[in-house]
């Protein structure tokens, strides 16, 4: 089985374009500038070519323009603790952010005394929980790069202590600001009666299956179907998942996950006035200009509640795995995820001086 890696995926966007002209290298960006007053931006996590990317776009003369302004100053760089993947590459990216003008401190506490907003992108989700809570204590502004946590738990804990907190946030794949997908989205076809979306689905296995990376093709399930599944069947193979959503309405989204033969990212919208391709993928600019317009007015461009589904369909597809593609409905998993998180909630709000 060919192995298809994150870095697969930057090469892809960068390929496609992000719609500035962008040389690169040093000479191009503001190593020296300094950011208005509630422009700063910290980065959580170089263990991602998320961080690199963003950084170049946000630093360079084109992007100081097209983003109003918004400069990445800082990173903090730890990121996943045991994935070879990602922890191999946090030298040569701190190398790399360094010379685009960022320091590089030693704790989110640091950071968070430099930057006004930030962007938590850690490749591993099983620790954005932790390293949100003091993000959200500080009253920064967050966007955590998907998966918004490891876990539906996990996911509920951090929109209730952001929501008690009354601290912005949001989380978000790239693919679903990808412009055909924002189209549907915007009514081009009308009412949408039902969807396809595939995307690679490569396994990691700290990770329950779609969080690493098929949750790229759920995140454009939901942007096209909206809110609403009521029950997930998944059919698994070792090359191919298929996940088939039934919604409240009566209508069917599916999502196929590839780990064979050539990745790529799309599919078909269905709708009462036509039908129409997803993709190809079109690059950052399209989540990076919501960020930004996020971080002016802090408000969400994605919902909690649709956040929280999406992660919601991703947990019942393995629970369908589990019993050998058996449908499993969403509210049996969000009411057991929820007795899970509210059970714990109140010791890490205890536990970090959070008052819930």
Known sequence: MKNYHRRDFIKTSVTAGIGLSLTGTVSSLFAGSLPAAGKRVGIIGLDTSHSVEFTKVLNSEAGASIYNGYRVVAAYPKGSPDIESSVSRVPGYIEKVQGMGVEIVESIDDLLRKVDVVLLETNDGRVHLEQAIPVLKAGKTVFIDKPVTASLADAIIVFEIAKHLNVPVFSSSSLRFMSTAQDVAKGKIGKVLGADTYTPSVIEKTHPDFFWYGIHGVEMLYTVMGTGCKEVVRIHSEGTDIA?????????????????????????????????????????????????????????????????????????????????????ALEQVRQKARKDAMRRLKTIAADNGIRI
């Open 244 to 328: 088939v959503g039934r919604w409240a309405d009566g209508r069917i989204g599916t999502f196929r996950g590839t780990r064979t033969g050539k990745h790529l990212y799309g599919g078909t919208a269905y709708g009462e006035n036509g039908n129409t391709v997803l993709g190809p993928f079109d690059g950052y600019e399209g989540l990076l200009k919501q960020i930004v317009l996020f971080f002016e007015t802090g408000n969400p461009p994605v919902q909690a509640e649709e956040t929280l589904e999406l992660i919601t369909f991703m947990e019942a597809a393995d629970e369908s795995k589990k019993r050998k593609g058996a449908p499993v």
